[in-house]
């Protein structure tokens, strides 16, 4: 399983940013697919989550702020941020869950920063 996130940046706080995840070497249609997030000195943390039943959870810093969606044909996941704080500077992180095993696989990491 390879997982490859791209699209993070520089930005100021209110702008928006949106990262992908293009999967390879699984059944991306039977996975759950989760963004995570990991800042200096932090513990990685969830930040959404999508099922293969395109249900979708957030964690409560980012509702209504950020979306996650994917798009099977494709093998991709998305994370659409808006309104951008200077707390959500992280390295961000792509997740696949297999079923039945619950083994997680992990992209490289897509550094986004946000400045106030």
């Known amino acids: 399983v390879q997982l490859q996130a791209s699209g993070g940046g520089l930005v100021q706080a209110g702008d928006s940013l949106r990262l992908s995840c293009a999967a390879s070497?699984?059944?991306?249609?039977?996975?759950?697919m989760g963004w995570y997030r990991q800042a200096p000195g932090k513990q990685r943390e969830l930040v959404a989550q999508i099922t293969k039943g395109y249900d979708t959870n957030y964690a409560d810093s980012v509702k209504g702020r950020f979306t996650t969606s994917r798009d099977n044909a494709k093998d991709t996941v998305s994370l659409q941020m808006n309104s951008l704080k200077p707390e959500d500077t992280a390295v961000y992180y792509c997740d696949a869950r297999a079923p039945y095993t619950a083994r997680d696989y992990w992209g490289q990491g897509t550094q986004v920063t946000v400045s106030s």
């Open positions: 070497g699984l059944t991306f249609s039977s996975y759950a």
